[in-house]
């Protein structure tokens, strides 16, 4: 491979959570054990070489006062979409900037709804919607996500139906790819999910900041290119925060083709006066979205789909009782312990302070909506990812 995914990096007193915070009070790590950040969705990888040479290239300058994004910002968004997922027609009026995707949630939901009204999610629930939507007054109703015969998440559509026919509901948060399932939607998927949303009129907020992590043999659609209908009633939100490492930086986009609805969420999204880019995000997309992103992107899918077959492989042959679907997208996994617990007659607390005594720091999934559940992030070098394996089969699942 052209880049390096296999050096382990030091990012101590570098500003990272990931590596520096323990989300659970008063657990820590035992002596002799290093950490092994595996938790928030925060990659270990470094990013692609022209985001900092971009970065750079601007921060010599020592002016940085008020600007307008670049054409080149608009274009580079269009053709990433374009290659990368097949989008046509975009042009820069349906590209609007946000500072982060659970805002740009939030200013489609004050458009199509009222503080109050019902809104329908999937489960398992990313925790940025649950944490986000009940701060601003709205009312989620949650369809649980249900394995097939063959392991793999599916949407129940006639459980949609009922929830949006009885309990009147008008708007939908969708997560394409979902998080933290992993689940890369077929078109008959998203295709059944938007005509049930025509059918009851609901409008349709779709989260796809995970679409450029997308493991082999799968592949992304975006939701407003399965219909022109759904094109009309869904506000797309993306960001390359999460293809390249760059949360830290703060930048997202929304698409939105429907004019009468752009201009209701462009007008949504200034009202708090600080929904505006900053000068280096904007440098670092350009350095994401352009050739060399491309080949450090495709590269990195192909890591990931190594970490996730290994990790599902071993968790087969050496947890019993634990339970997990293969992602086809994202580089996070969702253990489910309820079995293995079952058998060893423990809780999940003690499952998740075992395992970060042990330096493996995870994520309750129980925020998720997953009632024994671990969330693990995979995006680290394969390296501490075997290390982290063989201490939860030597001191967890044991």
Not at 34 to 41: F, N
Not at 175 to 181: A, D, E, K, T
Not at 182 to 188: A, D, H, K, S, Y
Request: contains cysteine; glycine residues 8%.
């Amino acid at each position: 491979m052209k880049y390096n995914f296999t050096d382990i990096i030091n990012r101590n007193g570098k500003d990272a959570i990931a590596a520096e915070v323990i989300p659970y009070e008063g657990m820590q790590v035992k002596e002799g054990f290093s950490r092994i950040p595996m938790w928030v969705a925060d990659m270990n990888f470094a990013t692609v070489p022209s985001i900092p040479q971009r970065i750079a290239e601007r921060a010599a300058h020592p002016l940085y006062g008020y600007f307008n994004p670049k054409e080149e910002y608009y274009d580079a968004i269009i053709r990433w979409q374009q290659k990368r997922h097949g989008v046509q027609g975009l042009d820069r009026e349906c590209i609007g900037y946000e500072n982060g995707v659970l805002g740009g949630v939030i200013s489609a939901l004050n458009v199509f709804c009222s503080k109050g009204d019902k809104v329908l999610l999937h489960s398992p629930t990313y925790i940025g919607f649950t944490g986000s939507l009940g701060n601003n007054g709205y009312d989620m109703v949650l369809s649980p996500l249900k394995r097939d015969a063959d392991g793999v998440w599916r949407m129940d559509f006639e459980d949609m139906e009922k929830k949006l026919k009885e309990q009147s509901i008008h708007a939908a948060v969708f997560c394409s790819p979902h998080n933290p399932c992993g689940r890369v939607w077929e078109r008959w998927e998203l295709e059944q999910a938007m005509e049930l949303f025509r059918k009851y009129d609901v409008m349709v907020v779709a989260d796809e900041i995970w679409s450029d992590i997308i493991l082999e043999g799968n592949r992304h659609i975006p939701v407003q290119t399965v219909s022109e209908d759904a094109k009309m009633r869904t506000v797309a939100l993306y960001a390359p925060s999460k293809t390249f490492n760059l949360a830290g930086l703060i930048g997202s986009y929304h698409i939105i083709y429907n004019r009468r609805i752009r201009d209701r969420v462009r007008k949504e999204s200034s009202l708090s006066h600080y929904n505006s880019m900053n000068v280096l995000s904007m440098y670092a997309l350009l350095g994401a979205y352009g050739e060399e992103g491309e080949e450090w992107t495709d590269e990195l899918c192909r890591v990931l789909s190594g970490n996730v077959a290994y990790a599902c492989d071993y968790i087969g042959r050496n947890f019993p009782g634990v339970s997990v679907a293969k992602p086809q997208g994202t580089y996070m996994l969702l253990l489910d312990c309820s079995e293995w617990c079952s058998r060893h007659g423990k809780t999940i607390d003690e499952v998740q302070r075992a395992g970060v005594e042990v330096g493996v720091i995870w994520q309750d999934g129980r925020a998720f909506h997953s009632p024994c559940g671990i969330r693990m992030n995979l995006a680290l070098p394969e390296q501490l990812l075997r290390e982290a394996m063989e201490r939860l089969r030597a001191y967890v699942f044991i």
